[in-house]
């Protein structure tokens, strides 16, 4: 375990850390990360878009003071792209630079057959670290001051590359069959994160902590907005996190998250907005609402909700 990681020993710690980072938590957030740390076992977080998945992890490296690794999956992810890759286009120059000299080397063989094998015996110049490619997992292994690795989105990637991934997370090693096996020698930490688009196998989850991000009570939400769109004050904040709350009640297509709050509020922000009417929610709702049926639904409850939140807010009796 790194001293980075020993400094944090409850979850109170981890909470003012990340807060000091912009990125307010639930105390089950922070307990999850601290267990994390303190075990060393991938977090697999999931919940809606845009409640602050990737962000934890970004903010967990902050706080550590360590690098950050990302990978982000899409459908045909493979080794390749996630692991290493041979540099050809290197391989290929400098077979043509060295060119005479590899004449050289074969100019005795009569056959074809013995030219290549003695060429073979000159692989390992080719296949060396030197003309490696690491991708983001490679890398993450090869950081000897730890790292933080996020593998963004595991859902949308194939079950072949759960395989792959699972063999890597349970002994942090990789083997490369020309160069050997390459071992981290301070584990990384991971977060993998899901949209939930595809059911994930149950080994992958079975080596990870599972944490459910849902959407913020208002409690949280008041005080994200608060640090994340300084200088509201406090009645317009208490009126548009009362107003996404209970939008986020209504069936919609795609209900607001905690991005979209924050929009809104640095919108009404620069518009020098004092307090919430049904003008300025019509006007700016595109912000936060992603399809017109969902506005039309919206509008429909406009009267309701504003009600609720000019009373939550004490505006209105
Ligand atoms: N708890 C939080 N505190 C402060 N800011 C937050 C918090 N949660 C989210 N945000 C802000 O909301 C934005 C969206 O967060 P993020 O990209 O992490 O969401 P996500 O859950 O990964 O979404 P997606 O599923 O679409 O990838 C970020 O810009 C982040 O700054
Ligand atoms: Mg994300």
């Not at 903010?59 to 041979?86: M, N």
């Not at 391989?91 to 043509?96: D, F, K, P």
């Not at 490696?132 to 090869?142: G, K, M, S, V």
Request: net charge negative.
């Amino acid at each position: 375990m790194s001293g980075s990681v020993r400094q944090f020993d409850s979850p109170e710690s981890l909470l003012k850390a990340l807060e000091g980072a912009q990125y307010i938590c639930s105390r089950k957030i922070a307990t999850t990360l601290l267990l994390a740390l303190h075990l060393g076992k991938p977090v697999l977080v999931e919940g809606p878009a845009g409640v602050g998945k990737t962000e934890l992890a970004k903010k967990t490296a902050e706080i550590l003071g360590l690098s950050f690794i990302r990978l982000q999956c899409y459908e045909g992810l493979d080794e390749s792209k996630a692991l290493y890759e041979w540099k050809y286009g290197k391989q290929l120059l400098y077979t043509q630079i060295l060119k005479d000299r590899l004449n050289e080397i074969v100019e005795g063989e009569t056959s074809l057959s013995e030219a290549v094998r003695t060429l073979h015996l000159h692989d390992d110049l080719f296949f060396s670290p030197e003309f490696l490619e690491p991708r983001p997992l490679l890398r993450a292994l090869q950081q000897s001051e730890g790292t933080v690795l996020l593998i963004d989105e595991i859902d949308k990637s194939d079950e072949e590359f759960e395989a792959l991934l699972l063999e890597i997370l349970s002994d942090f090693q990789v083997s490369i069959p020309e160069i050997g096996t390459v071992t981290a020698s301070s584990h990384p930490i991971v977060f993998l994160t899901s949209n939930d688009t595809r059911e994930l196998g149950d080994a992958l989850k079975r080596r990870c902590l599972h944490l459910y991000i849902p959407f913020p009570d208002a409690g949280l939400e008041s005080k994200i907005i608060a640090v994340r769109a300084p200088g509201i004050s406090d009645l317009l904040k208490t009126q548009i996190v009362c107003f996404i709350q209970e939008v986020r009640k209504l069936h919609l297509k795609k209900l607001p998250s905690i991005s979209e709050t924050i929009d809104w509020a640095r919108t009404l922000l620069f518009l020098h907005a004092e307090c919430l009417s049904s003008d300025l929610v019509n006007e700016t709702m595109t912000v936060f609402v992603k399809f017109e049926s969902d506005g039309e639904t919206i509008r429909e409850n406009m009267t309701n909700i504003l009600q609720k939140t000019l009373r939550v807010s004490g505006s209105r009796p």
